[in-house]
């Protein structure tokens, strides 16, 4: 049967929906690439809370999609943008949700990296926010997960200029225990990170960001760079010291770096693998053997879904995310910490259940059709 979808003018069109979903399976850890999925958090749709309430997080649906995402092979981006950090989940929350991950990944065999930020303050002096990177820092080592060192608001408003950027960071890699990602998340993701590095000009930021990496190069696994601009990620990736890896974490053009030129590649931290996940596994064992069309053949497509998830205010695509995974069958509803399920519109998440299931994402596609139906109904558009 086909269903009706508003369109951004008001419209009402019809669409069909397929009736097969993709046949995707489990298959072999990867080879040529380290591939993290940054995973959402799934909220308690019983609590009794508000959008200023600290996050009430269904634990047993969060780490059944966390355990989903181990099956294909991907490891798990944990505590990161993706579970709502600074955005409805607190570091008391994100504190819960980095031991309860990095538990089962020991218990499955899982890779898991997590987030350590700043985010106990709302503002400090910079001992203060180094106290609290080392807080955070301290606690994912001691659950055994890597360090992903994200970037750090409060680090944005206290620095006055690139060298307390060095300074702080110098001081945690010299403390870090074993290798850490470096993070470095554009405004368009969080327009509080203006200015990273001490400088809104991004060539500037790039200097300061690599005399970081250059002077501690044995702490730097790698970074993930989350710019949304391809060439510079591939300038800054040609720039690295020799074993530092470059994680992409651009959710426009990520086919293009992760299959990378005869200069190099990119490996992979992407928010947008939490919907894509068995079908971005699929189609890094495909690169693994050398396939490199077959790989453009089944990521490229996916692309304008990831766009629209991705669009402007960027920050809002965790709303898709969740949506989506509502759609294919891995939570039982459609709420997210902080009330964030209000922040995209009807048009949206029609075009995005289009998509998805133009690309054969969902595992069960009549499911995802009544629930589809169901939210229609809910915002008034009837059979």
Not at 58 to 85: C, I, K, N, P, Y
Not at 89 to 104: H, P, Q, T
């Amino acid at each position: 049967m086909s269903i009706r979808l508003p369109a951004p003018d008001g419209s009402l069109r019809t669409y069909e929906p397929r009736t097969d979903p993709l046949a995707l399976t489990s298959g072999a850890p990867f080879s040529s690439r380290t591939v993290f999925s940054a995973a959402h958090v799934v909220a308690d749709p019983y609590a009794d809370t508000t959008p200023d309430s600290p996050a009430a997080v269904d634990w047993d649906a969060t780490l059944a999609f966390r355990r989903h995402l181990w099956s294909h092979g991907l490891g798990v981006a944990e505590a990161m943008d993706t579970a709502q950090r600074g955005m409805g989940l607190d570091w008391a929350g994100a504190a819960e949700l980095i031991r309860r991950s990095a538990a089962e990944a020991k218990a499955v065999g899982g890779l898991i990296a997590c987030g350590v930020g700043t985010d106990q303050l709302a503002s400090g002096t910079l001992a203060e926010v180094g106290a609290a990177y080392e807080e955070q820092l301290a606690l994912v080592e001691e659950s055994g997960a890597q360090a992903i060192l994200m970037a750090s608001r409060a680090l944005a408003a206290a620095a006055r200029g690139p060298e307390d950027y060095l300074e702080v960071y110098g001081h945690l890699l010299r403390q870090a225990a074993e290798p850490v990602i470096l993070h470095w998340l554009g405004p368009m993701f969080d327009p509080a990170l203006e200015g990273y590095w001490g400088s809104s000009d991004l060539d500037a930021a790039t200097d300061t960001f690599l005399e970081v990496i250059a002077a501690h190069p044995d702490k730097v696994d790698g970074i993930k760079v989350s710019l949304l601009d391809a060439q510079r990620e591939i300038d800054l990736r040609r720039r690295l010291p020799q074993g530092v890896r470059c994680y992409t974490g651009d959710d426009f053009h990520y086919p293009e770096l992760i299959a990378g030129d005869d200069q190099g590649f990119s490996h992979a931290l992407l928010g947008i693998f939490d919907p894509l996940g068995p079908l971005a596994a699929e189609a890094v064992r495909v690169l693994d053997t050398g396939n490199t069309e077959g790989f453009h053949a089944l990521l490229d497509p996916t692309v304008e879904l990831s766009r629209h998830l991705f669009q402007a205010p960027t920050r809002f695509y965790k709303t898709g995310v969740v949506f989506l995974a509502w759609l294919a069958g891995h939570q039982s509803h459609f709420t997210m910490v902080g009330g964030l399920q209000s922040a995209r519109s009807l048009p949206h998440f029609a075009h995005a259940y289009e998509l998805a299931d133009t690309l054969g994402l969902f595992p069960d596609p009549k499911l995802a059709e009544e629930r589809m139906r169901t939210l229609l109904h809910l915002y008034g558009v009837t059979p």
